[in-house]
C-alpha cells in the first residue's frame, strides 16, 4: 500500500470521495468522529470502498486516513475534495421531528411515522433514506426500509419493490440488509412498461406491511422511510400519489425540486395528517447518466449472485426448459372478444399471467423464483430469491442459469419480464 495520505476535516465538512468503478480505496478515522450517510465509522476500522461515491460528514471533526494501492489518489479515485456546505443540518432536523412521532407513537401504541422521499433521479433520496434508517436504529427503533425504486433495486434485484427491517446501522460496504426481505418482482426496470401491475404490487406491499405493523406495536411505532423512484412527472407523478396513499405516509420529504414541492404542497392541502417538508439537495450527489445506471444495474444483479466482495459463488445448472415453469404478467387479452360490445378493440389485460412458451426470449433475463403455490397467485406472492439465465440452447431445449445456492429451486414457478443484462 504505497499510498497513505491524511485529511482533518473541521465540525460540520465532509470527504467526497469518488472511487474509479474496479479500484479501490481504504479510509480509516483515526480520531474524532465520522459517519458515512448516517452510519458511524468505528476509529480505528477500516473501510474498503470499490467504486464507491459517497460522502464522510463529521459533526465534531475528524482525522481520516486513506490508503490505496496505487501511486497517487487520482489512480484509484475521481475526485476526493471537502466541502464545507452540506444539507445535513436540514436533514437531522427532518429526522428529529420524525423521531419525536416515533417516541409519541411507542407511548401510545400507534403508527409510527410513514415517512417518505421523493424526487427527481441524482438528488440523494436514497443517501437520505439510510440516513433517516441510521438515525432511527441509533435511537434504538427497527423501522422498515422500502424500496419502491425498480430501476436500481436498493434491497432486493432491479425490477422489484422491497421492504427489509432495519435492526443494526446500514452497512457501508453492503448497503441494506437483505437477509429477510420482502419482494415483489415487477420485472421491467420502468414503471411506465406496466403501470397497473406497479400500482397493483405497491399495494400488495402495503397491505402486507400493514399486517406485520399490526401483529407488532414495537414494528408499528418504528413506522417506515419509503425511497421512491425518480420519475416526477406525468404518469410517474401519479404513481407517486398512489404510493403515498397506498403506504399511508404521512411524512413526505421533497428532494431538490421546488417544482414537484409546489405540486405536492397543492395536492395535499387538505391532508392535515401529512406533513410535507421540502429538503435541499447535497452538492456532493453524484449524476448517473443512462448508461451509468444500467451499468449500476447490472453491478447490483451481480453482487446479489456474487457477493459485494465476490465472497458468493453462485451455481450454474442446466435444465430442459419442459422442467421450468416460467410465466409472464401483461399483454394478454383482457377480455375474450365475444364479451367485448361490438365494435371494441379487446386491451391487453396489464394484470393477466401467461406462460412462457419458447426458451429463446429469456437469454439474458433475470427471473424471480416465486413462492406462489399455483400459477393464478403468481402477481399476489411475494419472491423468494432470483435467477438469472445465461445461457439458452434453443436447439437443445435446455436453459442454463445461475442460481445463489445449489439444490432445487426455492419454488415451483418462475416469473420473467424485461430484465435483461449482460453479466459476464
Ligand atoms: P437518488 O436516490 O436520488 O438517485 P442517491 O442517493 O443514490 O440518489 O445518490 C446518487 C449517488 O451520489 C450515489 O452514488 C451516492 O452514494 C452519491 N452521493 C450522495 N450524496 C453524496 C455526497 N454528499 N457526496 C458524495 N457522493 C454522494
Redesign the pocket.
Known amino acids: 500500500m504505497p499510498l497513505k495520505t491524511e485529511y482533518k476535516l473541521p465540525q460540520g465538512h465532509?470527504l467526497?470521495?469518488?472511487v474509479k468503478e474496479d479500484k479501490e480505496l481504504l479510509v480509516t478515522a483515526k480520531q474524532g468522529q465520522a459517519e458515512v450517510?448516517g452510519t458511524e465509522l468505528s476509529l480505528g476500522e477500516q473501510l474498503t470502498l470499490r467504486g464507491?461515491?459517497?460522502?464522510v460528514?463529521t459533526w465534531h471533526g475528524v482525522v481520516l486516513e486513506l490508503t490505496a494501492d496505487a501511486e497517487c489518489l487520482e489512480d484509484v479515485t475521481d475526485v476526493v475534495y471537502e466541502?464545507d456546505e452540506?444539507p445535513m443540518v436540514e436533514y437531522l432536523n427532518a429526522s428529529n421531528v420524525v423521531e419525536q412521532r416515533r417516541r409519541a407513537a411507542r407511548e401510545a401504541g400507534g403508527q409510527g411515522p410513514r415517512t417518505i422521499v421523493v424526487?427527481?433521479?441524482?438528488?440523494?433520496?436514497?443517501?437520505?433514506?439510510?440516513l433517516l434508517l441510521n438515525y432511527a436504529v441509533r435511537y434504538g427503533f427497527a423501522p422498515t426500509a422500502v424500496d419502491l425504486?425498480i430501476g436500481?433495486g436498493g434491497i432486493a434485484a432491479p425490477g422489484s419493490i422491497a421492504a427489509t427491517p432495519v435492526e443494526a446501522p446500514v452497512d457501508v460496504e453492503e448497503g441494506l440488509p437483505v437477509e429477510v426481505p420482502l419482494v415483489y418482482f415487477y420485472s421491467h426496470v420502468s414503471p411506465a412498461d406496466n403501470p397497473e401491475l406497479y400500482k397493483f404490487l405497491v399495494e400488495r406491499l402495503a397491505a402486507l406491511l400493514d399486517r406485520r405493523a399490526e401483529a407488532n406495536a414495537e414494528v408499528r411505532a418504528a413506522g417506515m422511510v419509503i425511497?421512491t423512484m425518480?420519475w416526477v412527472d406525468g404518469l410517474g407523478y401519479e404513481l407517486l400519489l398512489h404510493s403515498i396513499a397506498a403506504l399511508r405516509a404521512d411524512v413526505v420529504l421533497v428532494?431538490?425540486q421546488d417544482r414537484l414541492y409546489s405540486q405536492l404542497s397543492s395536492e395535499l392541502r387538505a391532508r392535515k395528517d401529512v406533513s410535507l417538508v421540502r429538503l435541499p439537495k447535497?452538492?456532493?450527489?453524484?449524476?448517473?447518466p443512462p448508461p451509468l445506471r444500467k451499468l449500476a444495474r447490472a453491478a447490483r444483479v451481480k453482487e446479489y449472485f456474487y457477493g459485494a466482495h465476490g465472497e458468493l459463488s453462485p451455481h450454474s445448472r442446466t435444465l430442459g426448459f419442459s422442467e421450468l415453469r416460467v410465466y409472464r404478467v401483461g399483454g394478454g387479452p383482457r377480455a375474450p372478444t365475444s364479451a367485448l360490445p361490438i365494435g371494441a378493440e379487446p386491451v391487453a389485460d396489464p394484470l393477466r399471467v401467461a406462460p412462457v412458451t419458447s426458451p429463446g426470449e429469456l437469454l439474458h433475463s433475470l427471473l424471480a423464483v416465486s413462492h406462489a403455490p399455483a400459477p393464478e397467485f403468481l402477481l399476489s406472492v411475494n419472491v423468494a430469491g432470483f435467477i438469472y439465465v445465461s445461457d439458452v440452447d434453443v436447439t437443445r431445449n435446455t436453459v442454463t442459469f445461475l442460481s445463489p445456492s445449489p439444490g432445487p429451486l426455492p419454488g415451483k414457478f418462475l416469473l420473467a419480464g424485461s430484465v435483461k443484462l449482460f453479466m459476464e
Open positions: 465532509e467526497r470521495i469518488e450517510f464507491q461515491k459517497l460522502a460528514f466541502a452540506t424526487g427527481p433521479t441524482d438528488v440523494g433520496k436514497s443517501s437520505l433514506c439510510k425504486d436500481q425511497n425518480g428532494v431538490g447535497s452538492g456532493g450527489v453524484v449524476m448517473r
